[in-house]
C-alpha cells in the first residue's frame, strides 16, 4: 500500500530541495529570511517548522532576486506583497498593476456560465484601483456613495477593478456614475432572483447539493446577462 506525500517540509529537506541552484544557502538564512517576513512557515505543536511547496516557491522567488537582479529585501518584500494581491510587481519607484488576464468565457459572444465562476482573489489599494482603471477619485467617492463599488476590508476585488474600468470608458460618452444607479438597481434584482432559486439547494448540507447550487447560481447569472443583453439589443434595433 503507497503511503500518502506529507503536505509539508522540514527545514532540512528545504535546504536540499534549494541547494542545486544556491550552493550558499544555509538554514541560517532560511531563519533569517522567515525574521524579515519573507516566508512564514507554519509551527508543529513541539516547535518545528513546517514549509509548504508555496513556502519553497517564495523562498525561491527570494534567492532569485537577489542573486540575479541584486534587489534589497524590502524591494522583494513588496513585489512577493503584490504577487499575494493578484498584482504585478512594480518598476521600480512604481506602482504595482493587476496581471494580464485572458477575457471572460463567452458563447457565440454571450458570457458563459463559466465566466461567473469564482475569480482568482485580487487585492487592489484605493492608489492601484485609480490608476489601473483610469477613474478620478472624485468619480470613485460617488461610485461608492451609490454602491456600485464596495471596498472589501482595506482593499478592491478584480469585481471592483472591471466597474471601474466600465465606468472610466462611459465617462467618456458623457455619462456619469449617478447615471447608473439604475444599474445597480437591476442587478440587485437579478441576485435575489438567484438567490431564490438557489435557496432549496443552499440549506441542504450534502457537498453534492452545494455542487449543484454554484452550477445553477452561474448558469442562471449568464441567462440574465444574455436576456439583458438581447433586450437592449432589440429595443435599439426597434424601427424609428
Do not use: C, W
Amino acid at each position: 500500500m503507497s503511503v500518502p506525500a506529507r503536505a509539508y517540509l522540514s527545514i532540512g529537506e528545504v535546504l536540499t530541495k534549494l541547494r542545486g541552484d544556491f550552493s550558499d544557502i544555509t538554514i541560517s538564512k532560511i531563519r533569517f529570511l522567515e525574521s524579515e517576513g519573507l516566508i512564514e512557515p507554519q509551527r508543529t505543536p513541539s516547535g518545528y517548522r513546517k514549509f509548504t511547496t508555496t513556502d519553497l516557491d517564495r523562498l525561491r522567488y527570494v534567492l532569485l532576486a537577489q542573486r540575479d537582479q541584486y534587489l534589497p529585501l524590502k524591494v522583494i518584500k513588496e513585489n512577493l506583497d503584490a504577487l499575494d494581491r493578484g498584482l504585478q510587481p512594480a518598476a521600480q519607484g512604481g506602482v504595482p498593476s493587476p496581471r494580464p488576464t485572458l477575457g471572460l468565457a463567452t458563447i457565440d459572444g454571450e458570457f458563459a456560465p463559466a465566466a461567473f465562476a469564482e475569480q482568482s482573489e485580487m487585492r487592489l489599494s484605493r492608489e492601484e484601483l485609480l490608476k489601473a482603471s483610469g477613474l478620478e477619485d472624485s468619480q470613485l467617492v460617488e461610485l461608492e456613495s451609490f454602491g456600485l463599488i464596495t471596498i472589501r476590508g482595506r482593499h478592491y476585488d478584480s469585481d471592483a477593478l472591471s466597474v471601474a474600468k466600465a465606468v472610466a470608458e462611459m465617462a467618456g460618452f458623457g455619462i456619469e456614475p449617478r447615471h447608473l444607479r439604475s444599474f445597480k438597481s437591476a442587478a440587485d434584482r437579478e441576485i435575489g432572483l438567484i438567490e431564490q432559486v438557489i435557496t432549496p439547494f443552499t440549506r441542504q448540507k450534502s457537498t453534492e447539493a452545494k455542487a449543484r447550487a454554484e452550477e445553477v447560481q452561474k448558469e442562471i447569472a449568464s441567462l440574465s446577462v444574455r436576456l439583458h443583453a438581447a433586450l437592449v439589443r432589440g429595443g435599439l434595433n426597434r424601427p424609428r
